[in-house]
């Protein structure tokens, strides 16, 4: 396994919470960055970062539901020589991410955000972007997306989910979260699903 992969397992597990969440959460959101990389061109190092995002989106659930993201910020900043495969830099892109896979957008307003540097800005929109898309996708927190494919048409990007239950409720989370996404690539996002045979 990749260190840096295993870095982040490592602290989800320890951390406990909603651990089959997570890994769906990361599954789908890697499977979202390696399909559409002629959007974000971006490449392994990056990948890695969402990675360690999307597993550790929900950690900060163990403080409170309440700003649970802004916990998870937080949590993932204290938790930086338990993520030493990442530079100093590398765990703040990646708290950043979490930080921003609910609620508000990134903005200039949030001081660790208008910390950074404009290229590692546009690095958590893209990212940003695609956990959220990811984190609705498993709305129910069931796992039931079996399979995904991304189609990619001009300024229109279609999400094909194949999904064990409530086609809907799988259409309904994309939607509720494909706002970054839509902003920061510039197209517009549709969310497909069905059942999925046998």
């Avoid at 295993?6 to 089959?20: I, K, N, Y």
Wanted: charged share 25%.
């Amino acid at each position: 396994m990749n260190p840096r992969r295993a870095q982040a397992e490592a602290l989800l597990t320890a951390f406990d919470w909603d651990v089959a969440h997570s890994r769906q959460v990361r599954d789908l959101a890697v499977q979202l960055f390696d399909q559409l990389t002629g959007l974000h061109n971006l490449g392994a190092t990056h990948r890695d970062l969402l990675e360690a995002a999307a597993l550790l989106h929900d950690i900060g659930w163990t403080v409170s539901h309440d700003k649970h993201h802004k916990h998870a910020y937080r949590l993932i900043h204290e938790s930086q020589r338990r993520l030493a495969g990442f530079t100093a830099a590398e765990v703040g892109l990646i708290a950043n991410i979490a930080r921003y896979h609910r609620k508000a957008l990134p903005a200039l307003k949030h001081e660790p955000f208008a910390a950074l540097t404009v290229a590692d800005r546009e690095i958590v929109r893209q990212l940003a972007a695609l956990l959220r898309v990811a984190d609705g996708l498993d709305r129910p927190h069931r796992q039931e997306v079996q399979h995904l494919t991304c189609e990619v048409a001009g300024a229109v990007v279609t999400l094909q989910l194949q999904v064990r239950y409530d086609p809907a409720a799988h259409r309904a989370g994309g939607d509720r979260k494909r706002d970054l996404f839509e902003q920061t690539y510039r197209c517009r996002l549709v969310v497909a699903a069905a059942l999925a045979h046998g």
